[in-house]
Every structure is written in C-alpha cells, then in structure tokens.
C-alpha cells in the first residue's frame, strides 16, 4: 500500500463546474496536509495547506480533513481551463518528519 | 522575497560521470530538501537538511549524497551516474523541518544521463 494514494486521472470537467480530488494516507500520526498544483513543465506550487479536522476555503479552493477517515481532499469551484494541471496531495508523518506526496491528479478543464 | 534557486536548470551527462546540483533557499528558511521527479515514479524523497545536518534520508543509494552550508544554501551530489538518474531534481525550502512547514520549490535541474 502506498503511502499516500491519488487517483492518476485524468479528471475530466466542464469549465465553470466543481472538480473535485481525493487523497488517501496510510500514516495515521501524520499531522500536516498540503496540496500542490503543478503545470506541465513547471514546478510544484503549494494551493493549500491543512492542519485540522474540517474544511478550509481560499479563494475557489477548498480543502476538506477527515483523520479519523485519513483522507483529504480539494474542491476547485468555478473550474477556469487555467486550472488544467497535476495536483498533488502531501502529507507528514509525525512532527519532523518528512513529506511525502502523491501520485497526483491530472485535471482537465474543457471551455 | 526571491524564492528557491537553483542551478543550473539543464545538465547533460554521460554514465559514469558525477554531478553536483545547487540550490540556495528563501532567506529564512532552514530546512531544504531534495526530491526527484520521474513520470513513473513521481516525487520521490531524496533528503532532508536542517541546520547543516541530514535529518531525514529517503531510499535512494549511496551514490546520492548532499550537504548544506551556514548559510542554509545546499548542493547536492550524484556519483557514478546510471540512465536511470534521468529526472527532473527539486530542492524545496521550508521555515521549520520537514512536514511542519508547507515546502517550497525551485524551478528544478533537469538532468540527462546519456
């Protein structure tokens, strides 16, 4: 079993709708979660980061917690075709512990 | 606030070879780590540094070493280079150690092993 597991994709959603990623873990003392958007060619940028059980909203982006489930997950509202990219789920182990990352989600977003 | 550099952007290798990859982080942030990027493998671990000392260290061999200086900037270093080295290399800075604080990255060093 992976550490953390991503479905590949590709996500394909209509411009203006939610798209909507998952992200398994399997450490279940890990305490920080991130997710990271990376264009084709690019580096990985970070969207979001997440501490605690809930939801978290920035902007058309919402990162959703749930530890006891280990799962965490991000909502694009209003999905733009600039939002076509891999997006990667990252999650820590205990504290000073190392980040691992997903396989990513690739999205695309059709005008 | 500049962001990670690294250096150079592309290399060219031949097997056999080493390498030595650069990377100077955001002012202020101690900890740099090195992931490598392959589209079957994705971000693998390299390892962590934190104030001067390898804190964390994925599995990878031994011909894959790296080190970080007083002033937070790191080099990394592969000897006796295999095709298989082939991959996109990404430092990443963070304030805190690894895990406690959202990474952020370089543009990366592109390396060919041919």
């Known amino acids: 079993q992976k550490e953390v597991e991503q479905n590949s994709g590709p996500l394909s959603v209509p411009e203006g709708a939610i798209a909507s990623l998952n992200c398994t873990y399997s450490d279940r003392g890990s305490q920080s979660f991130f997710w990271y958007r990376q264009y084709s060619g690019k580096s990985p940028e970070l969207i979001m980061s997440i501490y605690s059980n809930g939801d978290k909203e920035d902007g058309r982006f919402t990162a959703q917690l749930n530890k006891a489930s280990q799962y965490v997950s991000l909502l694009i509202r209003d999905s733009q075709p600039s939002d076509s990219a891999t997006y990667l789920c990252?999650?820590?182990?205990?504290?000073?512990?190392?980040?691992?990352f997903g396989g990513g989600t690739r999205v695309l977003v059709k005008p | 606030k500049a962001g990670v550099t690294q250096t150079p952007r592309y290399l060219i290798k031949t097997r056999g070879q080493q390498v030595t990859l650069s990377c100077s982080p955001i002012s202020g942030h101690r900890s740099v780590s090195w992931y490598q990027q392959t589209p079957g493998q994705g971000l693998q671990f390299l390892f962590e540094y934190f104030s001067e000392t390898q804190r964390n260290k994925g599995n990878f061999p031994g011909r894959f070493s790296g080190r970080q200086f007083s002033n937070s900037r790191s080099e990394m270093n592969v000897s006796t280079l295999e095709l298989g080295d082939s991959a996109l290399y990404l430092c990443?800075?963070?304030?805190?150690?690894?895990?406690?604080?959202?990474?952020?990255f370089g543009n990366g060093t592109r390396l060919t092993v041919t």
């Open positions: 990443a800075s963070s304030q805190d150690r690894g895990g406690n604080s959202p990474l952020h």
């Open positions: 990252a999650v820590s182990g205990a504290a000073g512990n190392k980040l691992t």
